[in-house]
């Protein structure tokens, strides 16, 4: 078939692993089922400001299903949150659509967190054909049962919980580990469960310093002198110290006397390889959001419920984050178990 459309497709945001596998799944399919021409727009809403793109073929996305980051480069331009505008400057989004249609696109697909589709939302809303497709370590967009990107970080989070297992155990100390999670808590929840951390304290569930205290000394107490405390970098940091590692560390020993250390991953969650679950999800995803393209569904982002890939309108979902209910049944077991959640 070819129905002769051109797509571009853009990366922004925070990069995530599975951003490549996205782009693949759009472009083959594109490309391959549907004779379609594909437009790669270089770093974020960046390059449809300048006009930054280059024209790729199915050749080009040979090879890229594994590699982490994205190929196309990425920004947090936010083409709507303009800072004062000079004289006679033509607003961003005026620009963008000026550019769109100068570079002959009959659709733009935005991969990208809750900011990007924040973005594609409004762009949709302007008259431009949008498609979304969500990504984030974060696992926070509203209106999807998960995003790509997060079951890596996961992976690696839980990993480093298993590897500070040991050494909190030879020397018998309270090992903290922050991971990436600014409004959602939804990383330290699940690594924290799958590297069997003993607290875990989220943005989502205010936590009292004493309570922490409190449980740790209980373990104690229980012959267990080591603990894990995994904590989402979001969560409440009232002092002065640069992470929210290093102020729990330093409040529970000034609390129980007990050794403490702490770790922060940070970006080691958001580079490289993506997880088989990711790929898949990822291709999946992007398949789905050319199936849209050919049909002329557009203003939709591509979404996972229930393990089908449905699509739903940009609108519904622009500017909510989709956050850890306190009630969640994974953290209800958890407590169930004896783990601490500060609360
Ligand atoms: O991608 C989401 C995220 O990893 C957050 O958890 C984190 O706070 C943020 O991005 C930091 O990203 P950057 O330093 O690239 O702005």
């Known amino acids: 078939m070819n129905n002769g459309m051109k797509i571009g497709i853009l990366t922004a945001g925070g990069d995530c692993p599975g951003i490549n596998a996205a782009i693949r799944g759009v472009g083959k399919t594109a490309i ?26 199915e050749r080009d996305l040979s090879g890229i299903l594994t590699v982490g980051g994205t190929i196309l480069g990425t920004s947090r331009e936010k083409p709507f949150k303009e800072a004062r505008k ?70 690696i989070a839980a990993e480093a919980i298993d590897r500070l297992h040991s050494t909190a155990n030879s020397h018998k100390r309270i090992m903290i580990i922050e991971v990436m999670g600014h409004h959602a808590g939804w990383i330290a929840l ?20 004493e309570k922490i205290a409190e449980y740790l000394m209980h373990r104690v107490e229980q012959n267990k002198p080591y603990s894990i405390v995994v904590v989402a970098e979001g969560i409440k940091n009232p002092g002065k110290e640069r992470s929210v590692a290093q102020y729990i560390s330093n409040r529970i020993y000034e609390m129980t006397n007990l050794e403490t250390r702490e770790t922060v991953l940070g970006y080691i969650q958001r580079g490289g390889s ?69 609360s």
């Open 32 to 57: 391959v089922k549907y004779g379609m021409h594909l437009v790669g727009i270089s770093d974020g809403f960046t390059g449809l400001i300048h006009k930054e793109y280059t024209e790729l073929t």
């Open 190 to 209: 699940y690594a924290g469960i799958a590297g069997g951390g003993d607290v875990i304290l989220i943005p989502e569930i205010p936590y009292k310093e």
């Open 274 to 342: 993506p997880s088989p679950m990711d790929r898949v999800l990822a291709t999946r995803y992007g398949t789905a959001a050319a199936d849209l393209i050919a049909d002329h569904d557009f203003g939709k982002m591509v979404s996972l419920k229930n393990n089908k890939i449905i699509a739903v309108p940009l609108k519904e979902i622009a500017g909510k984050l989709r956050l850890v209910d306190p009630e969640d049944p994974m953290v209800l077991h958890s407590i169930n178990m004896g783990n601490c959640f500060g």
């Open 86 to 155: 000079k004289k006679n400057e033509i607003r961003k989004p005026d620009l963008i659509r000026e550019h769109y249609e100068q570079m002959g696109l009959d659709c733009l697909v935005c991969i990208g967190g809750n900011g990007t589709l924040k973005t594609a939302n409004l762009l949709s809303q302007e008259g431009l054909n949008v498609i979304g497709i969500p990504k984030t370590i974060d696992n926070d967009v509203w209106g999807t049962d998960m995003t790509f990107g997060f079951d890596s970080a996961v992976n």
